[in-house]
C-alpha cells in the first residue's frame, strides 16, 4: 500500500489538476478570514471550507489516471487496493491542506473569543482547529468516494451529486462536520475550545464505510 500511496501521491502532483481545488480554498479563505478576528470563528469557517475541497480532490485522485496505467496497477495489485490508494491519497492531500490552513489562521487571528473578551491560547485554538478540519477532510473524502466513479461514473451526476453531498455533509443536522463546525464557533462566545473528539470519530467510521464500499464495488465491477 505504501508503494500504491507513493505512486497516486507523485501523479497527483505532476498533473497539477490539485491547483484549482487549493486556488479555491484560498479564495475561500481570503474572503472569510481576516486578520484579528477572534480565532475560533475563523477556524470554524476555514474547517467547514475544506469539506468541498477534499470531495474534489478525491475525484482529481479517482480520475486521473490513464486507463492503461490503471488497468495495469489494478491488475498488478487488485482493483480495490488501487481505488484505495487514490482515495487515502486524497485525504492525505486534504489534511494536509487543512492543517496549514489551521495554523496560518490561528497566527492571524486574535486569540480571543467573540467580544474579545475571553482569551484563547493559540494552542488551545489549535487543539480544537485541527481536529475540526480532519472532520472535514475525513468528510469531504466521504462524499467523493459515493459520488465519483465507480460509484457514479456519468461526469454530468457524479459533479451535481458531490456538490449537493457536501453541502448536506456541512448543514445537515447530526453530521460530524456541522457539530465540529458549530462547537468551534458556538466555543467562540464564551472563549472556551471544545476538542471535537466524537465529530472526529463518527466522521472517521463514515469515511472508512465510505472508502470500504467504493473500494470492493471497484472490485466489483472490474473485469
Known sequence: ????LRYQADLLLRSQRWLPPVILYAAFLAVGVRGGQPVLDSLGYTAAALLPVAAWLVRICVTG?????????????GPARAHLACLLTALLAAALL????????????DPAST???????????????????????LL??????????????????????MLLGALLAAVASGS??????????????????????????????LAAAAC????????????
Do not use: D, K, Q, Y
Request: aromatic letters at 0%.
Open 1 to 4: 500500500m505504501t508503494a500504491l
Open 115 to 137: 467580544g474579545h473578551r475571553v482569551r484563547v491560547p493559540p494552542t488551545r485554538a489549535l487543539a480544537a482547529g485541527l481536529p475540526a478540519a480532519l472532520v472535514c477532510a
Open 98 to 109: 487543512g492543517v496549514a490552513a489551521v495554523v496560518v489562521v490561528t497566527l492571524i487571528s
Open 176 to 205: 460530524p462536520a456541522r457539530a465540529a463546525v458549530s462547537g468551534l464557533v458556538t466555543g467562540s462566545h464564551s472563549g472556551r475550545a471544545p476538542v471535537p473528539l466524537p465529530p472526529l470519530a463518527g466522521a472517521a467510521l
Open 140 to 161: 469531504g473524502t466521504a462524499v467523493g468516494a459515493l459520488t465519483g466513479p465507480p460509484v457514479l461514473r456519468s461526469t454530468g451526476r457524479a459533479v451535481p451529486a
Open 212 to 223: 470500504a464500499a467504493a473500494a470492493w464495488l471497484t472490485g466489483r465491477r472490474s473485469p
Open 65 to 77: 489516471e490513464p486507463p492503461a496505467a490503471r488497468a495495469c496497477v489494478a491488475a498488478a495489485r
